[in-house]
């Protein structure tokens, strides 16, 4: 359930966005908020928690350019679109890229769940492999209503994840409907 501070909250970022736009972002986080997660301020962004395992699945606010912008955490889906794809592609191909600290030699130290769902992963055309944490929120540039249905279909694949892996044992055995 959403506090009247939080709603306050997410129509104060969706008032400076443009009707349409707004109307995307509002559909989502209500979405969000459907499944368990409540939006909190976190620096100058809006960040969706779940209070069964405390992990960010998703945060809006605007980029250092003034620009509106979704991001989600979807590292534990497979199957996506190529747009998504192009998404990971860009987050993991960049320059100053580091491996994540879970795929070292112990990684249960950091987190749960398989590996290979644990991380968002590109291969590039030459076979090289390159790996993200797959904690991050990665931007969705350009979302519009056509997005809504994959981005929905990926939340809910990703706090399936997150509730068999990250959740207290109590809170996944009452949660795991969604």
């Not at 290979?116 to 209503?145: D, N």
Request: charged fraction near 30%.
């Amino acid at each position: 359930m959403v506090t009247k501070r939080q709603e306050e909250l997410l129509e104060s970022f969706l008032c400076g966005l443009e009707p349409e736009q707004a109307a995307v972002y509002r559909e989502l986080a209500r979405y969000l908020e459907g499944m368990g997660y409540s939006p909190k301020k976190q620096r100058s962004a809006i960040v969706f928690t779940c209070p069964w395992h405390g992990k960010q699945l998703a945060k809006l606010g605007f980029d250092k350019k003034g620009a509106p912008f979704f991001a989600l955490r979807f590292s534990a889906c497979r199957g996506y679109s190529r747009r998504f794809e192009e998404i990971v592609k860009a987050a993991v191909g960049k320059e100053k890229h580091r491996e994540p600290a879970c795929m070292a030699a112990d990684p249960e130290n950091f987190c749960k769940g398989p590996a290979e769902q644990r991380v968002y992963t590109y291969v590039s055309p030459g076979g090289e492999r390159r790996c993200l944490c797959g904690a991050k929120a990665l931007a969705i540039p350009g979302l519009g209503r056509e997005d809504v249905p994959e981005v929905e279909r990926l939340m809910e694949e990703e706090h399936r994840f997150l509730m068999q892996y990250e959740a207290q044992p109590q809170a996944a055995a009452g949660r795991d409907e969604i």
